[in-house]
């Protein structure tokens, strides 16, 4: 049976070194801190936002919710990030996905200051993971796949890594991450997606399987080597009426299959999605750490 890697512990792992480089930062006279945007009512965005919030309140962060109604315009939207963007208090500005149709997101994230966009999504941030310049923010997720491996203690200098899905959130970012040339990376990427041919015998290849493709259990014990480290990705809502909320969070992953082969696995939930969060509040400390003067910078740990 797979040895479990627990997003839980790891996060918990980095909010103690993120509390200390808080304090750190707070006695040169700066709190980090995060604006978190949410436009409509999307249920699932509420919880992630609220989450997010309620993270950083814990960790001792400035957090500024802002909920706006679903008629906000493109222009009041703009005005908002323009605000925030010149706002000293806050570092780190993340407008959740996904915004109502009437809004073009696109043109949101290009608006943003690329020095507190820490989802990473803005090109400046996207230019500089494809050169490998550490000053930049890469998103959370992928981000936080890096960290459990690292954690976990899985080596990725060398291994085949291969990713299902081809998101600029996911898969695209990951797959940057872990081909730069550094001890934390180097390793040899393939990424498969729904016009992929013979996608079995290629995941069947990786050492390291990530499944970001947000289809319930798509990947079974046929698509895993013996022995191979398997990443789920996926959050997907099975209906339930025997659980109390109606439903139940299922990832890309067969899990009991695939747990039979594999010598690692994230379970679904408490694998990747605690990290994601842990990592949204590790760019936001960055943020802020180079926000400072270079007078007083603090040394950089990433
Ligand atoms: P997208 O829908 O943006 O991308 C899905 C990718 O999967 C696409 O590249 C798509 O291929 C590929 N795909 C779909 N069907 C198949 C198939 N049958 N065979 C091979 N490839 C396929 O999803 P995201 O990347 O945004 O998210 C993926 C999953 O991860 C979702 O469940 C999402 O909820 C979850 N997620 C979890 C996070 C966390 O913190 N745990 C954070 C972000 C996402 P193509 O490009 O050809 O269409």
């Known amino acids: 049976m797979a040895k479990l890697i627990d997003g839980r512990v790891i ?3 980095v909010y103690v070194e993120l509390r200390r480089e808080i304090a750190e930062l707070k006695s040169k006279g700066i709190a980090p801190g995060l604006a978190v945007v949410l436009v409509g009512d999307n249920p699932a965005s509420r919880t992630y936002v609220r989450s997010k919030d309620k993270m950083c309140r814990a960790l001792g962060l400035h957090s500024v919710k802002l909920e706006l109604p679903v008629s906000t315009t493109q222009d009041e939207l703009l005005a ?3 605000r925030l963007n010149r706002d000293p208090s806050i570092h780190g500005i993340l407008v959740q996905s996904p915004a109502p149709k009437h809004i073009d997101e696109e043109a949101i994230v290009r608006a943003l200051d690329p ?3 820490v989802d990473g999504f803005h090109r400046e941030n996207v ?8 000053s930049g923010f890469v998103p959370c997720t992928p981000l936080g796949i890096q960290r459990l491996l690292i954690e976990t203690k899985i080596d ?10 081809r998101s600029m959130i996911v898969g695209k970012p990951l797959a940057l991450l872990l081909m730069q040339k550094n001890k934390n990376a180097n390793a040899t990427v393939t990424v498969v997606h729904s016009r992929s041919r013979d996608l ?5 290849s990786a050492d390291i ?12 014990g046929a698509h895993v080597r013996d022995g191979a480290t398997v990443i789920d990705v996926g959050i997907n809502r099975l209906e339930d009426p025997a659980s109390e909320r109606g439903y139940r969070l299922v990832g890309d992953v067969a899990f009991d299959e695939v747990a039979r082969k594999a010598a690692a696995i994230t379970p679904v939930p408490g694998g990747v999605g605690p990290m994601t969060i842990a990592m949204l509040m590790s760019n936001t400390v960055k943020a802020a750490r180079q926000s400072l ?7 950089a740990t990433s």
Request: proline share 4%; hydrophobic share 45%.
């Open 115 to 117: 020095g507190k966009d």
């Open 80 to 82: 908002r990030v323009q």
């Open 11 to 13: 996060a918990e792992n």
């Open 200 to 204: 079995e015998k290629i995941t069947r």
């Open 209 to 220: 399987l990530v499944a970001a493709i947000g289809q319930a259990t798509f990947v079974k």
């Open 127 to 134: 230019a500089k993971l494809v050169i490998g310049d550490a």
């Open 293 to 299: 003067p270079r007078s007083g910078a603090l040394p």
């Open 156 to 165: 990725i200098d060398g291994a085949h890594v291969v990713i299902v899905g």
